[in-house]
């Protein structure tokens, strides 16, 4: 009975204490805790009423043989009077017998009272320890999800340097290479294009210049 009661003991005591350091699911674990706990308790309820009634038993039977001993010392006395001193002798024997009984008997009923009380003990004990776990469930649920969606962030920001904002980066650092390299040709083309036309323009003065020319000797061909 007590190794029962040291298990549950180490049930809150231990493995409560433990819960947010195993794998399991702390809020499903808790809620299973609570039934195991409850279950601990109807089973201790269901001994402490069958304690009570054998102490209560036990103390009927007490009663009603220290009766039967006040009975046999009055039949005695009353043998005596009636001047039968062998059936006086005999009710006495028996009265010493059921006397006997009767001690076996109180203390039998005292043990049992004691261990009823320390079982009431253990089970106010108990229900004091489910209030206790109840009263923690919610709070340590709540503490659980913020501990894992905090794990949750610290894991994705661990790892934020070769994930996606590392792939952002890097196609930032592309675009902006891009950009260069357009700017780049662009300023080239712009230079091929300057030069192409200071050539087209030199083409161009160098036959207004051959056709001024003609027409100037022409002119004075006439004259």
């Known amino acids: ?33 609570i039934l195991d706990m409850e279950k601990d308790i109807a089973e201790v309820e269901a001994a402490v009423a069958k304690q009570i009634a054998n102490e209560k038993l036990l103390s009927k039977q007490y009663t009603e043989a220290a009766e039967l001993v006040a009975k046999r010392e009055e039949q005695a006395v009353t043998a005596l009077e009636s ?17 006997s009984h009767a001690d076996s008997l109180k203390q039998a009923v005292d043990e049992a009272a004691k261990l009823s009380e320390e079982l009431k ?5 108990m229900r004091d320890e489910l209030r206790e776990m109840n009263m923690k469930k ?16 610290n894991r994705t920001m661990s790892g934020i340097g070769t994930g996606a904002k590392s792939g952002f980066d890097r196609m930032e ?23 192409d036309d200071e050539l087209a323009a030199l083409d161009t003065k160098s036959s207004v210049d051959d056709e001024l020319a003609a027409l100037k000797a022409k002119l004075n061909n006439k004259n």
Do not use: C, Y
């Open 121 to 125: 003990d253990k089970l106010r004990e």
């Open 83 to 99: 001047g039968d001193e062998s059936l006086a002798r005999r009710v006495l024997e028996d009265k010493n017998k059921q006397k």
């Open 138 to 153: 919610d709070s340590l649920k709540a503490r659980s999800e913020s501990a894992k969606a905090r794990a949750k962030v």
């Open 1 to 33: 009975m007590f190794r029962f009661f040291n298990r549950v003991r180490t049930v809150v005591s231990s493995e409560l204490n433990a819960l947010l350091n195993k794998a399991e699911d702390p809020g499903k674990m808790l809620d299973q805790f």
């Open 173 to 195: 650092e592309k675009v902006i290479r891009h950009e260069a390299e357009a700017e780049a040709s662009e300023e080239l083309r712009s230079a091929n294009k300057t030069l």
